[in-house]
């Protein structure tokens, strides 16, 4: 079982940027799918993206293409979600999750963070 860190959560003015950071334990990162959800008050938990285990393929949730990226750094166990043009509406608990190859696909994922606060103001 792998543990994973969020952080870089913070507050945000509409319109800025942050960028998050998960780190994981282990030797095996380099085997896992790696994905960002987000779960507003009162709403069910989203898709935010995934990237798989070489980095080469990545998928995002329709209302982030193109003003966020995911990216991975294997050799420092770390997958960042760089956020730019924020919307107050994307306030929320952001976490971090890892799970086998297939889920940068599947969108399903076996690991979790405990989860970041990102509050975005106008």
């Known amino acids: 079982q792998v543990q994973l860190v969020e952080s870089g959560g913070g507050l945000a003015q509409a319109g800025g940027s942050l960028r998050l950071s998960c780190a994981a334990s282990?030797?095996?990162?380099?085997?896992?799918?790696m994905g960002w959800f987000r779960q507003a008050p009162g709403k069910e938990r989203e898709f935010v993206a995934a990237i798989s285990p070489s980095g080469i393929t990545t998928d995002y949730g329709d209302s982030v293409k193109g003003r966020f990226t995911i990216s991975r750094d294997n050799a420092k166990n770390t997958v960042y979600l760089q956020m730019n043009s924020l919307k107050p509406e994307e306030t929320a608990v952001y976490f971090c999750a890892a799970g086998g190859g297939l889920s940068v696909f599947t969108r399903r994922f076996d690991y979790w963070g405990q989860g970041t606060q990102v509050t975005v103001s106008s």
């Open positions: 282990g030797r095996t990162f380099s085997d896992y799918a």
